[in-house]
C-alpha cells in the first residue's frame, strides 16, 4: 500500500485514487489510504466509521464548512488501470471513477492538506457506498451515529459539475399509475373489459404535460414528468385485465414530496397512483452568508442541478449545499469515463481562494 | 388396454376416453385403441398417420361428410382419473378432455360403428397434437401428406360448441405497434423523446375503435381489436426510446388476411407496425346444400363460431365447415372441465338423424 501524497499535485493524486478500485462495498482498502494519509497531516481530527472517513478542524471560527466526497465507484467495465492522454495543460484521466469522483475527493483532500489556516472550520467526509442502494449510503449512516460531524454553514458536495457550481437539487418520485379490468377471450372482446386501453388517457395526459420552469436564487430549474415504465399483458389471446404506468417525477425544490405527490394525483386525478420511491430536493440557500460568498469565489453563475444527489441530505438538514467538482456529469457510469487535468487544478483554486 | 365398446353408449365411451391420458404428443396409446377399435368394424378404410387414425367409407354416395376430433388434450392438471356427478339426465363426467374433446370424440366414433348405411359417404378424422404448436397439427400434416382425406363436401369439427351448430371461424390476426423515441437521464427530459408517451395516439385509436359486426348467411359474427400486451422501459430514472404494444385483430370471415392487414394499417396509420402472427377465418358456407342439410337437421339457429378453430383448414379447401360438439367451450382448458351427458346423446342423435 503506497501512501498517498496529499500535498502533490491534484491531478497525480487523482490518479493514484483511481488505481486503487473501490466498488461499492470494497471500499475498504482506499478508505484505509485515506485514513491514514488524514492522520499523518496531524492538524485535523479523524474518525473511522465502516468505510468512511472523517477528519476536521476545530479552530473555533464563527463558520463551518463541510466538503464531502464518496470514495466508492460503479462497478470496473474494462476501464482500469488509468490511462492518460495528452500532456501538460490538455492533460486527460481515462478510468472508472476518474469523473465520478475520485477527482473530486483528490481536490478536497489536497486542499485538507495544504489549507492550514482556513477561514472556516472544515469538516471533510470521505464516504462509502453511494452508487448503491440509498440505505447503505455512508452519508445516510453518518447521519444517524454521528450527526454533528454533518453540521455547518454550507456543504460543498465534490461530484462532477465541469467545475461549475450547481446549487440545490431537484426532487424525485415514482409513481405507478394501475389500471384494472376483466379478462376475457379476445375473441369475445365485449365480455371483457381492456386494462391496457383504460391506459390511454393517463398516457394522453403525460403527453400533454408542460412541466414548470422555477427560478430560485438565480438558478433555473426545469421539471420533468416521464414515463419509464409501461407493462401488461396476459397471454396473446386474453383482454388483459391489469396494466401498469411507471411515472418519474422531477420537480424544483420549491416544492416538496408532499406538494410533488399532491400535483401528481390533481394531473392523474380518476387513476389509482401510488408513490413507489421519492427523495426530497434541495434548496439552493445561496442566499446564506457563506453559500453566497462560495459561488463569488467560483467567479461564475450557478446553475440548478437538476438531478438528484446527496446534497439533499444536507440541505434537508437546513444547510446550503451546492455541488462543486471536476468532471462532465453526463460522462459518469459510462466505460469512457475521462477527466480533463485543467479542471482538477480549476476546482483546486476556487476552493483555495474560498477556503484560505 | 381395453378395448373401446364403439356401439355402446357414447356417454360411456366419453369416459372410458377420458381415462386414457392423451396429453398432445403422447396419444398413442389412445391412438393405438381407435385404430383398432375402428379396423375391428370391418366395414370402415383405416390409414393410420403418426398418431393420427383415418377412417372412411366408400359406398360411391355423390356427397362426402367429413367428421373430425382431436385426440389431445393440454397437460393434466389433478383432474384425472374421470369423476362422475348427477345420474340419468342429470349424470355429469368430470376430466381433463370431457368437454375438449373427448365428448365430441366418442359421438363420432359411436356414429362410425352404429350409421352402416349413411346417406352421404363419411370420413373420419381422429388426429393428434392440436393443442400446441400450430406446425405440430395432425390434421395439417394429413392436409400435406395425405390431403384426399380431408377433401368432401361439407366438414364437422366435433369440438364443443354447447351441441349448437356454430358456423365458419373467425380470422385472428397478431401486430405490434412500435414507438422509437431517444434515450436520456429524466432530469433531462427534454434532451430525450419518451417511446412511451407516443404510444398514446395508438392506445386513444384502439380505446375508440368501433369493431364491425357482420352477418354471412345467417351467423353474426363480432369483430375485435384489442391490446393484449404492451411493453417499454429502460430504468426507473431513463426516458424510454423503446416501446412496444401488441394488439390482437379477430376479423370476420368476409375478409381474408391481406384484407385484414391493410385495416390493420389504416387503423395505425403513422405507425410503424409488423404482423407477427395470423390465422385465416372461415366463411360459414351454409349456401352448401350438405351443409344446409344439416343445419336443418340440427333443428336451430346456427351461430357464428368467433375464436379460430380448425375448421378453417377445411374452409381453406373449399368446404363449408362447421363446429358441432358437446360442452361448453368456456370450460374447455380449465381444471373444472365437465360435460353433462344430455348434450352428448343431443349430438349424436342429430347426426345419426342427419346421417342416415
Chains 1, 2 share one sequence.
Not at 365485449?190 to 403527453?207: D, K, Q, S, V
Not at 394531473?267 to 430536493?281: K, M, P, R, S
Request: charged fraction near 25%; proline fraction near 5%.
Amino acid at each position: 500500500m503506497t501512501a498517498l501524497e496529499l500535498s502533490a499535485d491534484p491531478v497525480e493524486l487523482t490518479a493514484a485514487l483511481v488505481d486503487v478500485p473501490s466498488v461499492s462495498g470494497t471500499e475498504d482498502t482506499l478508505a484505509d489510504m485515506v485514513e491514514t494519509a488524514l492522520r499523518d497531516l496531524g492538524h485535523l481530527e479523524v474518525v473511522r466509521s465502516g468505510n468512511t472517513v472523517l477528519a476536521r478542524t476545530d479552530l473555533g471560527l464563527p463558520s463551518r464548512v463541510v466538503l464531502a466526497g464518496h470514495l466508492d465507484t460503479v462497478p470496473i467495465n474494462d476501464n482500469l488501470p488509468l490511462r492518460r492522454t495528452g500532456t501538460g495543460d490538455d492533460l486527460v484521466l481515462h478510468g472508472l471513477g476518474s469523473v465520478d469522483m475520485k477527482g473530486g475527493d483528490a481536490v478536497l483532500l489536497h486542499l485538507a492538506a495544504t489549507v492550514r489556516e482556513p477561514r472556516h472550520d472544515l469538516t471533510f467526509v470521505f464516504y462509502d457506498c453511494e452508487e448503491i442502494e440509498a440505505d447503505r449510503n455512508g452519508l445516510g449512516r453518518i447521519q444517524r451515529d454521528l450527526p454533528d460531524w454533518l453540521r455547518g454553514d454550507l456543504a460543498i458536495v465534490g461530484e462532477p459539475s465541469n467545475a461549475v457550481v450547481e446549487a440545490g437539487c431537484q426532487g424525485t418520485m415514482r409513481i405507478e399509475v394501475r389500471t384494472k379490468g376483466v379478462r376475457a377471450h379476445t375473441a369475445r372482446a365485449w365480455m371483457g373489459e381492456n386494462a391496457i386501453h383504460a391506459l390511454a388517457e393517463p398516457l394522453r395526459r403525460l403527453a400533454e404535460y408542460e412541466p414548470r420552469h422555477v427560478e430560485i436564487d438565480g438558478c433555473h430549474y426545469r421539471e420533468g414528468l416521464q414515463a419509464v415504465g409501461i407493462k401488461g399483458g396476459v397471454s396473446g389471446n386474453v383482454v388483459p385485465d391489469d396494466a401498469v404506468l411507471t411515472v418519474n417525477h422531477r420537480f424544483a425544490p420549491d416544492r416538496d414530496s408532499a406538494a410533488a405527490e399532491a400535483h401528481l394525483r390533481e394531473v392523474f386525478d380518476g387513476y389509482d397512483i401510488v408513490v413507489t420511491d421519492f427523495a426530497e430536493g434541495a434548496l439552493p440557500g445561496l442566499q446564506a452568508p457563506v453559500a453566497a460568498e462560495f459561488v463569488r469565489a467560483a467567479g461564475g453563475e450557478p446553475v440548478a442541478k437538476l438531478g438528484w444527489t446527496d446534497v439533499a441530505r444536507f440541505a434537508a438538514l437546513g444547510m446550503a449545499a451546492v455541488n462543486f467538482g471536476p468532471g462532465d456529469p453526463t460522462l459518469a457510469h459510462t466505460q469512457q469515463e475521462n477527466l480533463p487535468a485543467h479542471q482538477v487544478h480549476q476546482c483546486a483554486e476556487v476552493l483555495r481562494r474560498f477556503l484560505s
